[in-house]
């Protein structure tokens, strides 16, 4: 069982930056695709960002492009996610997301049904 938790949320201006990160304990990382998730209110949940095991292959959403970086350090179990540049049009609850399915998930990074795992979520806020 993994159990993740995303911390680093909270309130920025537009055109702010946050980082989030998402950490595990008992378990170790380095085995999982891993992926930001959000859920604005409203909406349905979207993928926001993926990243290989080891870091090497990321793909994000075309609303995040460029903005956005999703990096991983497996030495110490946490994935991150840096928001630049950021927008009203952000503000939603962003989870993160572990799947196992490592042999052939890959090119599905921004498909909810690969991932097994997921953390509770973190709030960002961006305000105009």
């Known amino acids: 069982q993994v159990q993740l938790v995303e911390s680093g949320g909270g309130f920025a201006q537009a055109g702010g930056s946050l980082k989030l990160s998402c950490a595990t304990s008992g378990s170790t990382l380095s085995g999982y695709l891993m992926g930001w998730f959000r859920r604005a209110s409203g909406k349905g949940r979207e993928f926001v960002a993926g990243i290989s095991t080891q870091g090497s292959v990321t793909n994000y959403s075309d609303s995040v492009k460029g903005r956005f970086t999703i990096s991983r350090d497996n030495a110490k179990n946490t994935v991150y996610l840096q928001m630049n540049n950021l927008k009203p049009e952000d503000t939603a609850v962003y989870y993160c997301?572990?799947?196992?399915?490592?042999?052939?998930?890959?090119?599905?990074?921004?498909?909810?049904?690969?991932?097994?795992?997921w953390g509770r979520g973190t709030q960002v806020t961006a305000s105009s």
């Open positions: 997301a572990a799947s196992s399915r490592t042999s052939y998930g890959l090119p599905y990074l921004d498909r909810e049904n690969i991932y097994d795992y």
